[in-house]
C-alpha cells in the first residue's frame, strides 16, 4: 500500500488554531471486488493546536508593539505606566530617584528607570504571568518596589500590595483572599520567614526577590518553587523585548492589547479590626486623577526635591510618587532612622508624611529649645509666642479664619476688625522678622522643607499646625482615604486655612449628612462625609456586602468621619474659607457615656500630645459613667520631671509604677 499524506491549514488566518488534516489513499486491490470500484480514500483528522498569546500593554508606554498590531498609538495616559514614557522623554538625563541605603545603592535617570521598568515587565511575561492575573508584592519602598509595582501593572496583571513587617498570617490571608498566584517579596529575609507558612497552605507559581541573593535563602524552604532575583527577570525582559522589536516574525505570536483606563491595576488591603481582608480595587482611572490633578496642591517643577519614607503599599505615598514623577523632580529615599540627618543632608523642597512624623519634628525642636541655656531658652519662647500673635491676627485680615457660623457679620464691623487686624500685626511684624533671622533660620537649615511639608493619613494636631505656621514652614493638611486612591480634599498653597483639611480636589465632590435621616446638611452644620469622584474605587474584592455599604447606588462613598463643610462669606474674617472642608473625628470614634453623653474622644487626645510626658494616648469609655485613658509614657521625660521636682534622687534611673501614675494624673489635669 502506497501512502500519500498531504496536510491542508484549513485556517490560514488564525491566529489561534492550526489542524493538519492528512488523506491516506489506499492503490492495494481489494480481492473479490469490483476492479473498477474507485480507490478508497480513508480521513482522519489530527489536530495540533498553537497557541497564541495573549499580551496586554500599556497604551503609550508600549505603543511600538501595539501600532504594529492595528491598534492606534494615543499620546494620552490611560494607564498608569504611560507617565514613564512621558517623563523619559522630558526629563531623560534627570536623576529621578536616589536609593542610598540599599545594597547596592542606586542612583537612576528618567530614562533607566522607564526602561528598567519595561524589562522587569517583559521579564514578567517571559515566565508566565498573564493579564488579569493578580501577584503579590510584598516588600517595603525602594527605587525596585516602585520598578516591580510599575513592571507588574504594565503587563495587565494585577499587584496586591502589603509590607514586609505585616505579620505572616496576615499576608497568608491576603494572599489566599486575593487569589494571587505569585510573590514577590522585599529580600531572602522575608522569604525565609513566611515561606514555611506559605508552603503548606499556598499556591505558588514563582518567586522574585528584589533585594539580595538567592544563595540566601533556606534550602528547607524553597518547596521546589522558581525563585528569581531581580537582575534575572529584567535581564530576561531585556532579550526578549530586543528580540521581539528586532524581529516581525517574533511578533506574530502574540495579539496584543491596550490596558484599559477601567481595568483593575492594584488590590490594597485596608488594615480592619474585624480580620476580615477588605482588598479595594482601585482603577487606572482612579489612580490617573490623583496623578492628573494634584498639582494644584504640590505644584512641584522639575528639579525639586522630595524626601520619601512612608510604606510604598500605602495608598497616600503611592499616589503622591506617580504624580511627583511626571514632573522631572528627584525623590531620596530614607528611613524613620535615617530622617533626621537626610532632612539637614538633602534639604528637600517638600515632605510628603504623616502627622506623626510632623509630631516627632517638633517634639524635637521644642526638645532642643528646652535644653538650651535660660536666656536662649526665654527668647526663643518669646519669639515664638509673638509669632502665634502675629499669625493669628494675619489670618483675620487675610480673610482665612475658620468659622461654623452661616451668619455673615456687618461689613462696618468687619473693616473695622481687618483694620484692627492690620495695625497689630503690623507692631509684630518686626519682632517676627527678628525671631526669622536669629531662630527660625536654624531650624530652616536643619530641616530644609523649603516649600511645604505634606500631612496626610491622620488628623494634624491644631498646636503643631500653628507651631510650623509660626517659625513659617508651611504645612499643608489633607484628606483622603485608600478607597478614594486616596486624596479628597487639601489644602491650597494660597489658601492654606490651618484647622481644615482644604478644598476637594478637581472633579470631587464632597456633601455633609445627616447621619439619622442621610439629608444633605447645610455649610456649618456637622455631619457624615460623602464623597464621590473618578477617584472613587470600583469597590472591595469578591466582597459585595461591604462594597453596597460604602458605595450607594449614586457612586457617594461613606467615609464615616464627621465633619462640615465651611459657609461662604463674602466679606470679613471668613471670606476666603467658603466651601472649605473640616473633620472633626470618626463616626466610629464617638464615645457615649452611660448617662447618655457623646464624647469625640480625639478631642482629648490631641490635648494630651501636647504633653512633653505622653508619647501616644487612647481615650476610652464607652457605656461607662466617666472616661478612662491607655497611656503610653515617654519615660525620659518623666524621670526628668521627677527629679526636677525631687520626686527622685538625682542619680536614680527608674520611677515606680505609683509615681509615674501620679505623674501622669497631675499632667492630664492641666489640660
Given amino acids: 500500500m502506497t501512502t500519500i499524506s498531504l496536510t491542508f491549514n484549513l485556517l490560514p488566518n488564525s491566529s489561534d488554531h492550526r489542524h493538519a488534516f492528512h488523506f491516506i489513499r489506499s492503490h492495494r486491490r481489494p480481492i473479490g471486488r469490483n476492479p473498477s470500484r474507485r480507490p478508497r480514500v480513508r480521513v482522519y483528522c489530527e489536530s495540533k493546536t498553537e ?3 495573549i499580551r496586554r500593554c500599556s497604551p503609550f508606554l508600549e505603543s511600538e508593539l501595539l501600532s504594529g498590531d492595528g491598534v492606534l498609538a494615543s499620546r494620552e ?5 504611560d507617565i514613564w514614557k512621558s517623563s523619559a522623554e522630558r526629563f531623560g538625563d534627570r536623576v529621578a530617584l536616589v536609593d542610598p541605603y540599599h545594597e547596592p545603592p542606586t542612583n537612576m535617570t528618567y530614562k533607566q528607570l522607564e526602561q528598567e521598568i519595561l524589562d522587569f515587565s517583559e521579564g514578567l511575561r517571559v515566565i508566565g504571568l498573564k493579564p488579569d492575573e493578580r501577584i503579590a508584592l510584598f516588600a517595603d519602598n525602594s527605587c525596585r518596589w516602585l520598578i516591580a509595582d510599575q513592571g507588574i501593572m504594565a503587563t495587565g496583571a494585577i499587584n496586591v500590595v502589603r509590607g514586609s513587617r505585616s505579620p505572616v498570617e496576615e499576608l497568608l490571608q491576603i494572599y489566599d483572599h486575593s487569589e494571587s498566584v505569585a510573590l514577590v517579596v522585599d529580600n531572602p529575609e522575608l522569604f525565609n520567614q513566611i515561606a514555611e507558612t506559605f508552603c503548606s497552605r499556598a499556591v505558588i507559581r514563582f518567586v522574585i526577590l528584589l533585594w539580595g541573593e538567592k544563595s540566601c535563602l533556606a534550602s528547607e524552604v524553597m518547596n521546589g518553587w522558581p525563585v528569581h532575583n531581580f537582575k534575572e527577570i529584567t535581564d530576561l525582559g531585556h532579550k526578549s523585548r530586543i528580540a521581539l522589536l528586532d524581529s516581525h516574525d517574533a511578533r506574530q505570536h502574540y495579539i496584543y492589547e491596550a490596558i484599559s483606563s477601567d481595568d483593575i491595576a492594584t488590590l490594597m488591603y485596608t488594615s480592619g479590626t474585624t480580620g476580615n481582608p477588605k482588598g479595594v480595587m ?11 490633578n494634584l498639582w494644584d496642591i504640590v505644584p512641584a517643577v522639575a528639579g525639586d526635591r522630595f524626601l520619601s519614607m512612608l510604606p510604598a503599599w500605602h495608598a497616600y505615598e503611592r499616589a503622591s510618587e506617580y504624580f511627583i514623577f511626571t514632573y522631572g523632580i528627584e525623590q531620596v529615599y530614607t528611613t524613620v532612622k535615617n530622617l533626621k540627618e537626610d532632612l539637614q543632608r538633602y534639604q528637600p523642597n517638600y515632605l510628603i508624611s504623616v502627622p506623626l512624623v510632623y509630631e516627632t519634628l517638633y517634639s524635637g525642636i521644642q526638645k532642643q529649645i528646652s535644653t538650651s541655656s535660660t536666656v536662649r531658652k526665654l527668647v526663643a519662647l518669646l519669639f ?6 502675629y499669625m493669628e491676627f494675619r489670618r483675620i485680615y487675610e ?13 462696618l464691623v468687619s473693616m473695622l476688625e481687618w483694620l484692627w487686624a492690620r495695625i497689630f500685626s503690623a507692631i509684630l511684624w518686626p519682632v517676627h522678622l527678628l525671631a526669622k533671622k536669629l531662630v527660625y533660620s536654624k531650624i530652616h537649615s536643619a530641616l530644609g522643607i523649603s516649600k511645604a511639608g505634606i500631612s496626610g493619613g491622620g488628623s494634624l494636631p491644631s498646636h503643631v499646625d500653628r507651631f510650623f505656621e509660626a517659625i513659617e514652614i508651611k504645612l499643608q ?11 479628597v480634599t487639601a489644602r491650597h498653597p494660597t489658601c492654606n486655612v490651618l484647622g481644615s483639611i482644604g478644598h476637594p480636589l478637581r472633579h470631587t465632590e464632597i456633601k455633609v449628612v445627616d447621619s439619622a435621616t442621610d439629608e444633605v446638611l447645610p455649610p456649618g452644620m456637622k455631619g457624615i462625609v460623602k464623597v464621590r469622584g473618578p477617584q472613587v474605587m470600583k469597590g472591595y474584592y469578591k466582597n459585595p456586602l461591604a462594597t453596597k455599604q460604602a458605595l450607594d447606588d449614586d457612586g457617594w462613598l461613606n467615609t464615616g468621619d464627621i465633619g462640615w463643610i465651611a459657609p461662604q462669606h463674602s466679606v470679613g474674617r471668613s471670606r476666603h474659607c467658603g466651601g472649605i472642608v473640616v473633620l472633626e473625628g470618626r463616626a466610629k470614634d464617638t464615645i457615649v457615656l452611660s448617662s447618655g453623653e457623646n464624647v469625640e474622644p480625639s478631642e482629648l487626645e490631641e490635648a494630651a500630645m501636647r504633653s512633653s510626658l505622653i508619647r501616644q494616648i487612647v481615650v476610652i469609655g464607652q457605656d461607662q459613667r466617666r472616661l478612662g485613658a491607655i497611656i503610653v509614657p515617654n519615660k525620659e521625660e518623666i524621670l526628668v520631671v521627677a527629679k526636677n521636682l525631687s520626686i527622685l534622687d538625682a542619680d536614680a534611673s527608674e520611677l515606680s509604677k505609683e509615681k509615674m501614675t501620679s505623674l501622669l ?7
Avoid: C, M
Fill in 51 to 53: 497557541e497564541t498569546q
Fill in 77 to 81: 495616559w490611560k494607564a498608569v505606566p
Fill in 282 to 292: 482601585l482603577t487606572h482611572k482612579n489612580l490617573l486623577h490623583q496623578i492628573n
Fill in 384 to 389: 515664638i509666642r509673638i509669632s502665634l500673635a
Fill in 399 to 411: 480673610g482665612k479664619y475658620l468659622t461654623k457660623s452661616p451668619k455673615q457679620r456687618p461689613y
Fill in 477 to 487: 493638611n489633607g484628606f483622603g482615604l485608600t478607597e478614594s486612591s486616596p486624596v
Fill in 665 to 671: 494624673h497631675d499632667e492630664l489635669r492641666k489640660w
